[in-house]
């Protein structure tokens, strides 16, 4: 097994986004290094999903379910929706904050709408930051 890779600290196996294109897309950015971190909504964790903590690892897939690469979250914190910045856009790999807004508009607003709330610049976030263990 790979050094930097502690099989107990794997908490979670996940895509990326919620259609192959997009977690194509995702996969191949953390492959290449252009993504060094994601967001997620706080309110989609609880009893049932843990929030990940450093050290914690995750399998990055495609949409089917083919593991693609294992990250080590770095650092994990929250932010309002209206507060995120640029340089988190980048890490994001959605390149400029203008775009990184538009995406999550649209994917937050249905979460939100899942929750029974709307998504407004108050809503709070994680950002997960990360690096690439494996390949």
Avoid: N, Q
């Avoid at 609880?46 to 083919?66: F, Q």
């Amino acid at each position: 097994m790979h050094p930097d890779i502690d099989a107990d600290r794997l908490t979670d196996v996940f895509a990326f986004d919620d259609d192959a294109d997009g977690a194509a897309f995702c996969a191949a950015a953390v492959l290449s290094g252009e993504k060094t971190a994601t967001s997620a909504l706080a309110a989609d964790f609880g009893p049932d999903r843990s929030i990940p903590r450093a050290g914690d690892l995750g399998i990055v897939t495609e949409y089917d379910g083919t593991p693609r690469a294992v990250i080590a979250y770095t650092d994990v914190d929250r932010i309002r929706f209206g507060d995120v910045d640029a340089g988190f856009a980048i890490a994001e790999g959605d390149g400029d904050l203008a775009a990184w807004r538009a995406t999550h508009l649209c994917y937050y607003g249905a979460r939100c709408s899942a929750h029974g709330v709307a998504l407004t610049e108050e809503t709070e976030l994680l950002r997960l930051f990360f690096r690439r263990v494996y390949p």
